[in-house]
T-cell receptor, first 117, second 110 residues
Framework: NAGVTQTPKFRVLKTGQSMTLLCAQD?????MYWYRQDPGMGLRLIHY???????AKGEVPDGYNVSRLKKQNFLLGLESAAPSQTSVYFC????????????????FGAGSRLTVL | GQQLNQSPQSMFIQEGEDVSMNCTSS?????WLWYKQEPGEGPVLLIA???AGELTSNGRLTAQFGITRKDSFLNISASIPSDVGIYFC??????????WGAGTKLIIKP
């Protein structure tokens, strides 16, 4: 199994350009997440999805949009990139949530490094 | 909002030494997760904890869910070079959102 696959791995954009990051998971997980990671700040949740056709805002959603048209795919879009969006972006998925063993465990992709000039 | 403090921020250790790191929260968590991230990769789960007081091992790694439900620690015994990386804790509260620590960077002294 591939697990969680992110494309592209690297991208350089100019300010104002748009792009889409693709995340695909082959584990039939219900929940999918987009995080950004900046030095010394850990992981911050951008948007997440609790199932096909649903999306919700996380901690830092401004400047990003997402779509989950198919259960296995979760897309992250930047409509007008800004230098503050230079970061490493991680997609993750989990099968279910709850206060019981095995819940809430996220499987991460390898990351997409985005530089906005 | 909920905050999670992870310490230390970084550690320089000799091969063979034991390592200890911890996370404390301003509020109660129902789940604690410990992840490791190596350069150029995404975080990988090490240990998951679901009950207050729970002590779980994974090889040389041991993690505990604090009795107060506001803290957790991770110990690594007899460190080896492949232990280098960034270790993250994450806690989950009643709203099912994970809160992440800023990470502990483990560096082996040459």
């Amino acid at each position: 199994n591939a697990g969680v696959t992110q494309t592209p791995k690297f991208r350089v954009l100019k300010t104002g350009q748009s792009m889409t990051l693709l995340c695909a998971q082959d584990m039939n997980h219900e929940y999918m997440y987009w995080y950004r990671q900046d030095p010394g700040m850990g992981l911050r949740l951008i948007h997440y999805s609790v199932g096909e056709g649903t999306t919700a805002k996380g901690e830092v959603p401004d400047g990003y949009n997402v779509s989950r048209l198919k259960k296995q795919n979760f897309l992250l879009g930047l409509e007008s990139a800004a230098p503050s969006q230079t970061s490493v972006y991680f997609c993750a998925s989990s099968p279910y949530r709850g206060p019981f063993s095995g819940a809430n465990v996220l499987t991460f992709g390898a990351g997409s490094r985005l530089t906005v000039l | 909002g909920q905050q999670l403090n992870q310490s230390p921020q970084s550690m320089f250790i000799q091969e063979g030494e034991d390592v200890s790191m911890n996370c404390t929260s301003s509020s109660i968590f129902n789940t604690w997760l410990w992840y490791k991230q190596e350069p150029g990769e995404g975080p990988v789960l090490l240990i998951a904890l679901y009950k207050a007081g729970e002590l779980t091992s994974n090889g040389r790694l041991t993690a505990q869910f604090g009795i107060t439900r506001k803290d957790s620690f991770l110990n690594i015994s007899a460190s080896i070079p492949s232990d280098v990386g960034i270790y993250f804790c994450a806690g989950q509260g009643s709203n099912y959102q994970l809160i992440w620590g800023a990470g502990t960077k483990l560096i082996i002294k040459p």
